[in-house]
């Protein structure tokens, strides 16, 4: 990586390696939360014809240099879909790309580490949700990330649950972090040509990095434990519940809105696809089941 940044300082290498192993262990942890939950949903007549599933796992190796892990649970009883990969990657940013990352315009090396998290229910009364933490190197250093929810029957009791799990993680570290960051999330997460916000919210930060590595690094460690802990317990209130084919076409499309998302605003599927990472992990976000009406 490049010579701006030391081994031993933060964002080097031992930085790296314990962000990197971090990253890893909260992919081990969630799938180990959502495979339960197939395991333990009660069997009726919309779900029994779809077995309880685990996570498949698949590496796979960036030719400019890192790879990743995908674990991906297809066709399941509770889960559609979810994947949930990790990826350590590095390399030069293409000319393109240099001026739309800090500190790439100096020196267009990076080291980029992460895990991210689309999960697409079965049931269209439990809602969809992502998560994704990251650490990101180029001559600067900082830490992104956040979650949020996507239900096609908001609940507020369900909503308020979420972004609670979400503002205790925040609160320690400063008392503008929660605001701050659910403001972010609501503009960022935003389809313009629908003039709507994709779902109802969570949190999401990016360029995160107050000169305090292991604050920083804590902070990440906490939104991600967030999740790992409300999503599934949100997922595990609804997944018994039947539902008609009206709400299912509902959630087909309410899933299209995800797809026009990630298409067309995702920095995440954008970075990926400019630095040569895998198109199925990147894509693995897309819904298997879409409508358009």
Same mark, same amino acid.
């Given at each position: ?10 964002? &080097? ?242 899933? &299209? ?37």
């Amino acid at each position: 990586m490049t010579d701006a940044i030391a081994d031993d300082a933060p964002y &080097g290498e031992e930085h790296k390696q314990r962000a990197a192993d971090w990253f890893a262990e909260v992919q081990k942890r969630l799938c180990a939360r959502l495979e339960e939950l197939e395991q333990s949903v009660q069997v009726h007549e919309l779900n029994e014809a779809f077995e309880p599933q685990s996570f498949e796992r698949t590496s796979w190796d960036r030719d400019g240099g890192g790879g990743g892990t995908m674990a991906v649970l297809r066709n399941g009883r509770v889960f559609e879909k979810a994947g949930v990969n990790i990826s350590v990657v590095h390399g030069e940013f293409s000319e393109e790309f240099r001026d739309r990352v800090p500190g790439a315009r100096e020196d267009p090396r990076f080291w980029a580490a992460g895990v991210s998290v689309v999960i697409h229910p079965r049931s269209p009364l439990v809602p969809i949700s992502h998560m994704n933490t990251r650490m990101i190197v180029t001559t600067e250093g900082w830490f992104g990330g956040g979650g949020d929810l996507t239900p096609v029957y908001p609940d507020p009791e369900e909503t308020e649950r979420f972004h609670d799990a979400f503002r205790d993680a925040c609160a320690p570290y400063g008392d503008d972090y929660y605001d701050r960051f659910s403001k972010w999330c609501d503009e960022y997460f935003y389809l313009p040509h629908r003039k709507e916000t994709r779902g109802v919210g969570g949190i999401f930060y990016d360029n995160h990095a107050t000169g305090d590595w292991e604050t920083d690094f804590k902070f990440t460690q906490d939104v991600a434990l967030a999740f790992v802990s409300v999503y599934p317990d949100i997922a595990r209130d609804k997944m018994n519940l039947k539902w008609t084919p009206e709400q299912r076409l509902a959630q087909r499309v309410k899933r &299209g809105r995800y797809v026009e998302f990630n298409l067309l605003y995702d920095r995440g599927t954008i970075f990926g696809l400019k630095t040569g990472g895998n198109t199925d992990a990147i894509l693995m976000s897309l819904p298997p089941d879409v409508a358009w009406p």
